[in-house]
């Protein structure tokens, strides 16, 4: 079993920079494939980036792109996002998740999930 555990969400204008970070335990996630979703209100949770287990691939959403930025550090078994020029349009709870196989953007796919952290950009 992996536990995975986000912080770093917050309330942050318009252009704002926020970190994310998702802490495992229970069991090393080197071999893991790491993902960060996101659901905003009313919304369906979406993909937002991933990072391979080495870390020398990533994955991002194209409304992400170019802002934000994934990374791990295998040696303290956490995985980070940051986010750079935030928009309120990426307000929403984000949540860390896990999976060994599958597809990067597929959900159902995912083994471990976080229970989320909020974040919220004001105008």
């Known amino acids: 079993q992996v536990q995975l555990v986000e912080s770093g969400g917050g309330m942050v204008q318009a252009g704002g920079s926020l970190r994310l970070s998702c802490a495992a335990s229970?069991?090393?996630?080197?071999?893991?494939?790491m993902g960060w979703f996101r659901q905003a209100p009313g919304k369906e949770r979406e993909f937002v980036a991933g990072?391979?287990?080495?870390?020398?691939?990533?994955y991002y959403a194209d409304s992400v792109k170019g802002r934000f930025t994934i990374s791990r550090d295998n040696a303290k078994n956490t995985v980070y996002l940051q986010m750079n020029s935030l928009k309120p349009e990426d307000t929403a709870v984000y949540y860390c998740?896990?999976?060994?196989?599958?597809?990067?953007?597929?959900?159902?796919?995912?083994?471990?999930w976080g229970q989320g952290t909020q974040v919220t950009v004001s105008i």
């Open positions: 229970g069991r090393t996630i080197r071999n893991y494939f």
């Open positions: 998740a896990a999976r060994r196989v599958g597809r990067v953007q597929a959900l159902n796919e995912y083994d471990y």
């Open positions: 990072i391979n287990w080495s870390g020398d691939s990533t």
